[in-house]
């Protein structure tokens, strides 16, 4: 019998990725979706994937415990990965409390309804860097303080913790993997990666004339999202359940980042970035750089794609997407 997977937040960057990788290894995906009248776009990144038809998709809510309770009635399955969250961090200062409910509350929901539908099945909680905020050590392990700097990276470290309770209370193979950055040609569009491998494109193109950013001095560790999915699948295939950094142990400036996606197509950065203090956080977080020791010494895990590599890959896949746009 295939090995039947539930995800949460399929239609995200990561979790697109992550149905493409568990049907490679012949599991059966299901994916919760909210409802929306934009349900139609909703899937493009599983369709840009091309495995759109190979997941099937039902309708729930993390704000709802009773339609995720039905889920795992309806799915039995043998892993849960929650990766739904509203997760930019920008709007987290606009919409705090519901960036409460669902990133921090939410984890609870699916939690409970693990434990009271399906207590055998192993599951992984999207945790992220963003909780370590305000750095307490040069390089973040998973014992290093936390000091959330956004609402949500508040709600994320609630969600960690959570997830922790309900391993030691209830004895659920819940796992937490604090995932550094991680991007992709999927990224939406609004996260700093994509804005500026989309803005390259555009000026390429002819399309605009300047890039407008914020804090570039920022550094941040950043890995491609088809190797971190990988590292989530491996978390639940060990047999106790434990917390791992995910991340490349390097961090670049959002500068460089974008002097290597400039390059890429053969122009110079500084005659089209603008800086523009609009895009300054409440809140700056300067420094995240991961130590994924742990991840490597007991996953076996280590990350195969270079931040070159995937800012060209990015660059590259928006010319292709505004091209067609424009012809």
Partial sequence: MAKRALITGITGQDGAYLSQYLLEQGYEVFGVVRRSSHFGVADH?????GVDKSVQLLDGNLSDLSSLIRLMEQVKPDEVYNLAAQSF???SWQQPVLTANITGVGVTNVLEAVRLVAPTARFYQASSSE???KIQEAAQSETT???P???YAVAKLYGHWITVNYRESFGLHASSGILFNHESPLRGIEFVTRKVTDGVARIKLGLEKELRLGNIDAKRDWGHAKDYVRAMWLMLQQDVADDYVVATGTTTTVRDMCRIAFAHVGLEMEGHLVIDPA???PAEVDVLLGNPAKAKAKLGWVPEISLETMIREM????LTRLTRLSS
Avoid: E, H, N
Avoid at 45 to 49: S, V
Avoid at 315 to 318: G, M
């Fill in 45 to 49: 990144r599983l369709r840009w994937l």
């Fill in 89 to 91: 961090v920008a709007s």
């Fill in 131 to 133: 909780m370590y905020g």
């Fill in 145 to 147: 303080p936390f000091y």
């Fill in 149 to 151: 700097r956004s609402p």
């Fill in 279 to 281: 895009f300054f956080r």
């Fill in 315 to 318: 660059v590259d896949a928006d």
